[in-house]
């Protein structure tokens, strides 16, 4: 690790006020299980000369159900989040999204806004700069994408995004995308379906270098909606998704009347399953209806050499987590 400064504001604009006096020189620290690990292995293409630190801010750390929805503050960890009876109620996709997150540690110490802005896994990308050399592929601003011709085996198969093929590993972001969230920050709300942002390049979100996410906002679920969330990981107590799935449906006499499919470790960004959607409205949910929306969900996979394993996974998972909504 190379030295920086460790600065603990007291207030949102205090901090707001120091990212800009370092013009993208700082980054924020939350928990600091992902930000850590990319101190560590020298990640970003400069090199932070100050860590912000959140946690001496009061009041972001509040989850309140209210009238209009859920109300989650930045610096809630996983596990409140999971094992709140409000977020278990009223979004139980959500609940078990942050349950299966990383370890019981790891989800006693990340926050639910560090666990939206993390960066991808790519093993190139991680790879340790004390370890033989730095691996400079497009992400860190050099000019080839050391995955497509290397290990992808858990890289996208939705093609790439600016070169770049490396996933969405968060297991938070496809449970917010179903349950429609708006990612509230100290400057804008942000639609969490405009929220990921690989197509800006190395950078996981939309977020400006002076902006901090202060609040998770989920609408409340409209009258028979469900939601639920499935996760596929080579390891159970702890592991990154292969595969991960959330869905909201809301249920009229029986019929689908709206829903939403999002898949993550498939594609730079947490990827809706549109056309998943649009096929279930009008029809009741079972396992043929959910069978033709897994099918529809792969249906532009392009997979790599290594990962095509991955396309029937895709298609199991939506199908498997709708009819846990059902
Ligand atoms: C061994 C291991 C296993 C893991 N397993 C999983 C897993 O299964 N699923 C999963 O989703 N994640 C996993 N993670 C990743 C990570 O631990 C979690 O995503 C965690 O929720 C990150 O939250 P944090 O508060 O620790 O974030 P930090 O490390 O503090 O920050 C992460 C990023 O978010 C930014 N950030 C944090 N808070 C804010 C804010 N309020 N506003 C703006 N930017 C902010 C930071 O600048 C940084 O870029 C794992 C990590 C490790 C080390
Ligand atoms: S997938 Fe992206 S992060 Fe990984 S080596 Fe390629 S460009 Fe770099």
């Avoid at 090199?47 to 859920?70: F, H, T």
């Avoid at 979100?205 to 909606?225: C, M, Q, R, S, Y």
């Avoid at 056309?275 to 996979?301: K, Y």
């Amino acid at each position: 690790m190379k030295r920086f400064t460790h600065i603990d504001p007291a207030t949102v604009d205090e901090a707001v006020f120091l990212l800009g006096e370092y013009q993208g020189a700082a980054r924020v620290i939350a928990g600091g299980s992902d930000l850590v690990g990319g101190l560590k292995d020298n990640l970003w293409m400069r090199y932070p000369q100050a860590v912000i630190n959140l946690k001496r801010i009061p009041g972001l750390r509040d989850i309140r159900a209210e009238a209009d929805g859920l109300h989650l503050g930045a610096l809630a960890t996983l596990t409140e989040v999971a094992e709140s009876a409000a977020v278990r109620d009223g979004w139980p996709g959500l609940a078990e999204a942050a349950g299966r997150t990383g370890s019981p540690l790891l989800r006693n110490i990340g926050t639910i806004a560090g666990n939206i802005c993390q960066e991808n896994r790519c093993w190139y990308f991680r790879y340790p700069h004390k370890l033989g050399g730095r691996i400079d592929c497009v992400r860190k601003g050099g000019t080839r994408c050391l995955a497509v011709t290397g290990d992808h085996r858990y890289h996208s198969i939705f093609g790439a995004v600016k070169k770049c093929i490396a996933v969405n590993p968060g297991d938070t972001a496809p449970a917010l995308v179903a349950l429609g969230a708006v990612v509230r920050t100290s400057k804008r709300a942000i639609p969490i379906d405009g929220f990921f942002s690989a197509e800006l390049g190395p950078q996981s979100t939309v977020l400006d270098h002076d902006e901090i996410v202060t609040e998770v906002f989920v609408p409340l679920p409209e009258k028979g909606a469900a939601s639920a969330f499935k996760k596929i990981a080579i390891r159970k107590s702890i592991d990154f998704a292969v595969v991960n799935c959330a869905a909201a449906v809301t249920l009229v006499d029986g019929d689908v009347a709206a829903a939403r499919i999002c898949l993550n470790g498939v594609h730079n960004n947490p990827r809706r399953c549109e056309a998943s959607e649009a096929v279930l409205i009008g029809r009741p949910l079972n396992e043929e209806t959910a069978g033709e929306a897994g099918e529809l969900a792969v249906a532009q996979a392009r997979p790599l050499l290594m990962n095509a394993f991955k396309v029937p996974m895709a298609r199991t998972i939506v199908a498997d987590t709708l009819l846990a909504c059902a």
